[in-house]
C-alpha cells in the first residue's frame, strides 16, 4: 500500500434539518494546504499532489455534544472521492457566546478515482459560531492499494 498525506482547511456551514432537530447537514469548501506521499522522490507517491479545491457533504448526529458523523469528501478537479464517517462519537464543546470548537476523527472507508480502495484516518479540530458556520482543519492519512 501507499501511503497519501493531505492536510485540508475547510470553511463551510451546518444546517440542521427541521424534520429531525438532532441532524445537521454540513458543507464546506476546502483548500488544500499540502499533499505528499509516502516516497516524495518517486512520481507515483505524489498521487495527492493536484487535488485542488476539495468539498465536504456530511450528515451530523448531534446529541449532548457528542456527534457521529458520516459522508463524502469529493475532489473535483481530479474527479476523486473520499467516503468517511465516524466509527466513535466525537466532541464538540459550546461556549457561552454560542460559538464551539471540538475534535473528530473520521474512518475512511472507501472512495473512487485515485482514491478507489482508499482506507485510513482523517483527524480533525474545528471552531464553530452561533450561525452554523465553522472552520476545520483536517489532517489525512490515506493507504492506497498498489
Known sequence: MKLCTL?????????????????VASAATGS???AAGDEPLEPEARLTADVGKALMSTRVFNRDGRFF???RISFP????????????????????????FGAATWRIV???GRFTGAQGLVTGNFTGDADGGFVDHQLYKIFLPI
Do not use: C, K, Y
Open 32 to 34: 488544500v494546504i499540502t
Open 77 to 100: 478537479d481530479i474527479d476523486s472521492h473520499l467516503e468517511v464517517d465516524t466509527p466513535d462519537a466525537a466532541r464538540a464543546f459550546a461556549r457561552p457566546d454560542g460559538s464551539s
Open 7 to 23: 492536510l485540508i482547511v475547510f470553511r463551510g456551514h451546518g444546517t440542521a434539518d427541521p424534520q429531525a432537530p438532532a441532524f
Open 69 to 71: 458523523e458520516a459522508g
Open 110 to 112: 472507501g472512495g473512487g
